[in-house]
């Protein structure tokens, strides 16, 4: 019996997983999200909100300022400087503005702030397994943190989401023991 190819659906081969480079920037992005998500196990909203050093930091804000740098990141991959804030030309309000991304808001839950940052994991991981180029470069935005002129690959770029991620994921592990003793290790 002859199959008929025109009537006959066409079968779709999912997408390969990625491998090599991206399997192992997926891979460690992964765990360093893990960690920081972690250090929100059996909290509270409010528990979420609270500062427990004398720092400013929180690990709702903590996370929502994750989210908010991974998100810019990944515009930036995309469509360069232009995607980011130009950090030289802001005001007092808008430096208060951005302040906000550090703590949780009235009316803000520990549950929207993973959901939030779920889904810009996910819109990260779907660049890393997608972008044609590791290597396409971009003007870096105007801050007073970066040389001027300088141009960052998208491979730089999600390294420093994942520095980033690192070093927050130990910030709130800080933030936990002083709010209850937990750990995210030992």
Known sequence: ???????????????AAPTGERADLLEMLAKHRHFLRFTTRDLTDEQAGLRTTVSELCLGGLIKHVTTGERSWGNFILHGPSAMLDFTAMTEADWARRADDFRMLPGETLAGVLADYAEVARRTDELIATLPDLGATQPLPKAP???AETEWSARRVLLHIMAETAQHAGHADIIRESLDGAKSMG
Not at 1 to 15: E, G, N, S, V
Request: no cysteine; proline share 11%; glycine share 0%.
């Open 1 to 15: 019996m002859a199959i008929d190819q025109a009537t006959t659906p066409a079968r779709t081969q999912a997408p």
């Open 145 to 147: 943190w970066f040389q």
